[in-house]
């Protein structure tokens, strides 16, 4: 396996020859920067994203069902992991389990990091739902998986669509978090191609500009989507 | 206190004044005026734009249309070659000065205590000494009847207390004009007679004009010396409070005495 | 007997290296604590920037707020490492680099957490402020502030901890931090378990330290707007009476009840 190095090249002291900003060179590196958003980036929001979504909802529902001291358990478990850093956490695992792709290390690190944020948010979903739901199930001996099913899950699920997304946006943000496992996701090449170049104005620029092109317009969205279902309430 | 230079001068002046949200039209060409030293009361139905008027004078919303004066100052625009404009800030400052208001929800300042609150902007805003604003403070607070509250905390009190407090820190700001928006709505019934009574006593020893909204009718027939029945933005009748309350002319007068007598 | 040897040889290399990274959690703790003093200070000047009525103050601090919310951390670490020297602005320490990376990136964020805790503040309070003339200044300083400081408490807290675990990544631009150190431990060692268990643990008991020092300040901001119990009360082991009878309303206990909100 490939041996990180993690401390960067040098800063670019001499090289203050041409001008700061080549439109050529940013035209040139564009493509090569985007694959790697859409290959790397993308996929790793999205993967990550299904397995939080997924995972915070069973840990909500752990610590709703579990006995007490169980429930402390798995409760403090995600604030462990909740309030460590993902940059450790990646690294625990890329050098733990060095027969591990460190593309699959950060599907499981975003995926479970972020799970723990979501679980809350589901916690404040199930909470949300009237206590009248849960009673009148009873009176109509549901099952518990059933009244889950049926009845609390999906009344808690719409409120908490729209924290789910920013909690999204937020992994997509910490995804170069990957560089320092040396997954060559968007930030990584593009650091990678001022080291090669001597430029790296243009490669830093690049990607900065497409995380904000990908994630304000998504905030808006959300945003959006917030209001409607506050107004629909 | 400064006075107009014509002792004939109204003290508020609204002249074609129209307010709309939106598209929704609360007041339409209103006009009237207020003489120094009058008390008015503004009824009507809720929804009927008494609140709206309290709110204009405090600069609290936006004049959509017409003219506002103050001491025959304008407190929002002026005309200006056939033209509406804006007044300047600092204009408006200096007229804002000279109106106070006590609110429906008391709205103290739960970070400072009583004292503070009422000294906070005679000291900032009117550039007072600490000393002399404190000794004006504890001399309204004789006055409400919470002589011994002045380092509680807002919260620590009732609501009727809180009102209290709220009047005398308008009035520590030495006011020519008052604004009391529905100032009992929001208290238990058994203080809303301590309040009402600290009220009448501003209202017979100082010369301070009044422009009042309240569903307390008998106080209202007590300190006003006009009453103005509003109705879908527009004054439908209006007179001496005696002959409002006894023998009302406007059908919609009628109504609304009804129902609100009934109710009391 | 191999393997308590090699027990024995790593705990005497991690007994060598404790003061290496002693040095570097405390640098972890230097770098955590500057950074979000900038960060405060960058969140409350365009907090207040964003939430100012005036469209001067409003526009750009939207337009940085968003910019350096949407692009992520790591590019902003870059750019002040490898661009910022092209504008004539080499920083020497790779210390300062770190801070101004996450002072600007948290910051941003914090900004929405202060201009959305000062539209939090009862409109009844803005009202007041109008009503008693107050400036523009003074009323944010004294009146809406000490308010909304208690409102922003919690995400702030949030974005605390979020900085704590953004700092783990500066180590990239050649400072020794206590991430670095522990690549260190790794290196020499190959005990990857250090990352696992003395630095996980580490940066977690320094968030909690965060989180409830955070919580006491919570507390206390709350008290001195006339809601909850003293920090003393809280701390005390043996209240004298039950602190809930004592302070109806609010009874924040200072462990548990945790909900960490999200910063996006």
Same mark, same amino acid.
């Given at each position: 396996?490939?041996? @990180? ?12 020859? *041409?001008?700061?900003? $080549? ?19 993308? @996929?790793?929001?999205?993967? *990550? ?29 995600? $604030? ?17 389990? =060095? ?5 699959? /290390? ?18 404040? *979903? ?33 409120? =908490?669509?729209?924290?789910? *997304? $920013?909690?999204? /946006? ?34 830093? =620029? ?15 969205? /959300? ?9 629909? $309430? | &206190? ?36 009058? +008390? ?17 004078? &405090? ?20 005309? !200006? ?14 007229? +804002? ?14 970070? &400072? ?16 000494? !600490? ?96 009453? &103005?029945?509003?109705?879908?933005? +527009? ?30 | ?34 950074? %979000? ?70 910051? %941003? ?136 009878? %004592? ?18």
């Amino acid at each position: 396996m490939i041996t @990180l190095t993690p401390l960067l090249t040098a800063q670019p002291a001499g090289d203050s020859s *041409g001008p700061i900003w $080549n439109w050529e060179f940013a035209v040139e590196i564009f493509p090569e920067i985007l694959t790697a958003f859409i290959q790397v980036t993308l @996929l790793v929001t999205v993967v *990550g994203t299904i397995i939080a979504a997924i995972l915070g909802l069973v840990i909500a529902i752990l610590i709703r069902v579990l006995p007490t001291p169980l429930a402390l358990i798995v409760r403090w478990a995600a $604030n462990f992991i909740r309030m460590t850093p993902i940059v450790v956490q990646l690294l625990v695992l890329y050098y733990g389990f =060095t027969w591990m792709d460190p593309l699959l /290390i950060g599907f499981i690190v975003f995926g479970i990091h972020y799970a723990t944020y979501m679980s809350e948010v589901y916690r404040a *979903g199930i909470e949300s739902v009237p206590k009248g739901q849960w009673e009148a199930t009873k009176a109509l001996s549901m099952s518990a998986g059933r009244t889950w099913r049926r009845v609390v899950i999906p009344q808690a699920l719409r409120s =908490t669509i729209p924290s789910l *997304g $920013n909690y999204a /946006i937020s992994m997509f943000k910490d995804t170069p978090f990957l560089f320092v496992i040396s997954v060559a996701e968007m930030v990584r090449v593009a650091q990678t191609i001022g080291a090669q170049t001597f430029r790296y104005t243009e490669a830093i =620029t690049i990607a900065g500009l497409i995380f904000l092109a990908a994630s304000y317009p998504t905030a808006l969205l /959300i945003n959006r989507l917030e209001k409607r279902l506050a107004y629909a $309430n | &206190m400064p006075t107009p230079t014509d002792p004939e001068t109204p003290v508020i002046e609204f002249v074609d004044v129209e307010k709309r949200f939106g598209d929704n039209i609360v007041l339409k060409d209103l006009n009237f005026s207020v003489r120094r030293g009058e +008390r008015v009361t503004l009824i009507g139905p809720s929804g009927s734009g008494k609140t709206t008027i309290l709110r204009l004078v &405090m600069t609290l919303e936006e004049l959509t249309g017409g003219y506002i004066f103050v001491d025959g100052e304008p407190l929002t625009h002026r005309e !200006k070659d056939g033209k509406r404009v804006p007044v300047s800030a600092k204009e408006q400052k200096q007229l +804002r000065t000279r109106i106070g208001m006590v609110f429906q929800q008391f709205n103290l300042f739960p970070n &400072m205590t009583v004292l503070e609150n009422i000294i906070e902007a005679p000291i900032h805003v009117l550039g007072q000494s !600490k000393s002399e604003a404190t000794a004006k403070a504890h001399s309204l607070l004789e006055q409400v009847g919470l002589p011994d509250k002045a380092n509680e905390h807002p919260m620590s009190l009732s609501g009727g207390q809180q009102q209290r407090v709220a009047i005398a820190r308008a009035l520590a700001m030495d006011p020519e004009i008052l604004l009391l928006d529905e100032v009992t709505s929001a208290l238990d019934p058994e203080v809303v007679g301590d309040v009402l009574n600290i009220l009448r006593t501003v209202a017979d020893t100082t010369n301070v004009t009044m422009l009042i909204v309240t569903h307390e009718m008998s106080f209202a027939r007590d300190v006003s010396h006009k009453v &103005m029945m509003f109705d879908g933005g +527009r004054v439908v009748e209006e007179g001496a409070p005696e002959k409002i309350f006894s023998d009302p002319t406007h059908e919609r007068t009628k109504q609304f005495l009804s129902a609100v007598l009934r109710d009391a | 007997m191999d393997w308590l040897d090699q027990q024995q040889q790593y705990f005497e290399t991690l007994q060598n290296f404790g003061p290496r990274l002693w040095d570097g959690f405390v640098l972890t703790v230097q770098l955590t604590l500057v950074g %979000a003093a900038l960060a405060f200070v960058i969140a409350v000047i365009l907090g207040l920037m964003a939430g100012s009525p005036n469209l001067w103050l409003r526009g750009p601090a939207r337009v940085i707020i968003e910019f350096f919310r949407g692009t992520s951390l790591l590019v902003q670490l870059f750019w002040v490492y490898y661009v910022l020297p092209l504008f004539g602005l080499t920083l020497e320490s790779s210390f300062t680099v770190g801070v101004i990376a996450l002072g600007v990136n948290y910051g %941003a964020y914090g900004a929405e957490a202060v201009r959305a805790s000062l539209t939090s503040v009862s409109s009844g309070q803005w009202e007041a402020t109008v009503a008693l003339s107050m400036s523009w200044p003074h009323k944010i300083r004294r009146i809406i502030f000490p308010q909304a400081w208690a409102l922003m408490i919690p995400s702030l807290a949030n974005l605390l901890v979020h900085l704590l675990k953004g700092s783990a990544v500066v180590y990239i631009v050649g400072l020794n931090d206590f991430n670095f150190e522990l690549d260190q431990l790794r290196r020499v060692t190959d005990a990857w378990f250090a990352y696992a268990f003395i630095g996980l643990i580490a940066y977690f008991l320094f968030a909690l330290v965060l989180t409830q020092g955070m919580r006491l300040l919570e507390i206390r901001a709350k008290h001195r707007l006339g809601q909850g119990p003293t920090i003393r009360e809280i701390l005390s082991p043996a209240p004298k009476m039950p602190i809930a009878s %004592a302070h109806p309303g609010s009874t924040p206990s200072l462990f548990g009840g945790k909900t960490p909100g999200g910063q996006g």
